[in-house]
């Protein structure tokens, strides 16, 4: 079953004033946008936390270097409500994606949700929207570095037991995934075509967290999941993983882009 998404459908996040949102470590930066630990994360409502009660992060849409008194730019303020609306259109197709012929049977979310990190509130701020979300603590997680690592260890390949999982097993399933989604979903007439470059992945190994990404098994998840941005930026498209993209492929991407990246 094929779906539409209709820009005039999308739901406006409830945007609301926050007296302060005092920020610390910034994360990481990619595209669009920039993420920082809230450091006053207690202090903050519970409505914007949906009961989580640990640490958080606030994602922000860039300003332009060197013009940030301007803030951010219109097409890149536009990003962060894009993913929001992008990730809320996916969880409400979720069930026809899992019922997709691609749709993974195996994998550490195949009965769960999206393995996507959860968009907790956005917030409306000085500095642009932000989306909050919870903080991926190192450990827990394997950042990009870590796998890198890891990878090195076992002779430039993802290893086949790691914590009990074959780890390019687990990233076959994140690419059956978006298989499962491009098939199924399409955004303004368009199948929606993932951003799973390796930046937006993480592996998540804690078992209580795990848990709380409603997932089976420790396995790979995304900090986002929103869509390749190939149509508005075509000199970038090589970069990016089609629909059509063998698994082999992206796995070669994938790993050349960890080994370079250490
Ligand atoms: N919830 C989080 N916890 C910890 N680190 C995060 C979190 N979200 C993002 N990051 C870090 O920030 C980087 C960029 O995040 P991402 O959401 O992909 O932003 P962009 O839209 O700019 O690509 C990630 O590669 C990751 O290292
Ligand atoms: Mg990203």
Known sequence: MKSRMSPCLRPRPPASQVK????????????????????????LEPRYKRGFDGPIVAKFPHALRFLSFLGPIKFIKKSTLRELDNLRFLEKHWKSIQQSPEFPKGAAFSNGRLPVVPILSVIST????????????????????????????????LPDSYEGVNMEESLRDIYMLVQAIYKTVNVDGQPYSSDIRPPNLCFVRDPGLVKQFGMSKPGFALFELDQIPTRRIPCLSRAFIEGDTTFEKYRDQFLLYVNNRK
């Not at 610390?24 to 946008?33: L, S």
């Open 20 to 43: 302060q949102l005092v920020l610390g470590e910034r994360k990481g930066a990619g595209f669009f946008g920039a993420v920082y630990v809230v450091k006053n994360y207690a202090e």
């Open 126 to 157: 000085k500095g642009g929207t932000a989306l909050i979300k919870p903080l991926l603590e190192k450990g827990k997680v394997l950042f990009l570095k870590d796998i890198a690592e890891l990878v090195e260890k076992n002779g430039g390949k």
